[in-house]
């Protein structure tokens, strides 16, 4: 779902290139491999429609969301099996980029968040990233996230997320950002 949902994200279609079927097998073998190491250190919300899953809002807790270098090794099949050795370069530089913005401050990172393409827009993301919300505000803890849809950013600002940076990854804008305890910068 997450590959088809995600597939035309800017980041996306640099990394994986211009062709969409393509994108979307390279995508779903990455995000199946992230999601069986995600599962461990945090938990995944699912949204479902008549019994079809629609919608992902995955997160890891604190001092866990950066993969150590056994699970980067182990998710090295799975990125070079769907996106092939240039794909999983362009990869490997994403993630080096996207990790040198993770706070220090102990957080919980937000991702990824995805919706099937024909149900985007309707709340099926908001209902996903309110759960999440509300989560964080039980525990009084500070929640990040990466985005590379500018649309995104006002989004999450809905949410109390605010952008922390914006520096260009894989030559495509980035935004990092962040929501204290309850909601607050």
Known sequence: MLGRGMRDN???VQAFGSDPEQRE????????GVLRQY???????????????????????????????GERLRLLPEAIAGAGIGGTVR????????????PREPHWHLGPVGVERHLQG???GAALLGVFCRRMDALGA????????????????????????????LEVPNWFMARGAAGGP
Not at 91 to 102: C, E, F, S
Not at 142 to 169: C, H, I, S
Request: some cysteine; charged content about 20%.
């Open 91 to 102: 990869l490997l530089k994403w993630v080096g980029a996207w990790a040198r913005h993770d």
């Open 122 to 124: 309707q709340g099926i």
């Open 10 to 12: 800017p980041l996306h």
């Open 39 to 69: 599962v461990p250190k945090g938990a995944v919300l699912g949204a479902f429609s008549s019994g079809a899953l629609v919608g992902v809002c995955a997160m890891v807790e604190p001092g866990r969301c950066q993969p150590s270098g």
């Open 142 to 169: 500070m929640a990040y996230l990466e985005t590379d849809k500018r649309e995104n950013v006002a989004f999450y600002e809905r949410f109390g997320f605010q952008v922390r940076a914006q520096e260009p990854v």
């Open 25 to 32: 097998r390279a995508l779903t073998r990455v995000f199946q």
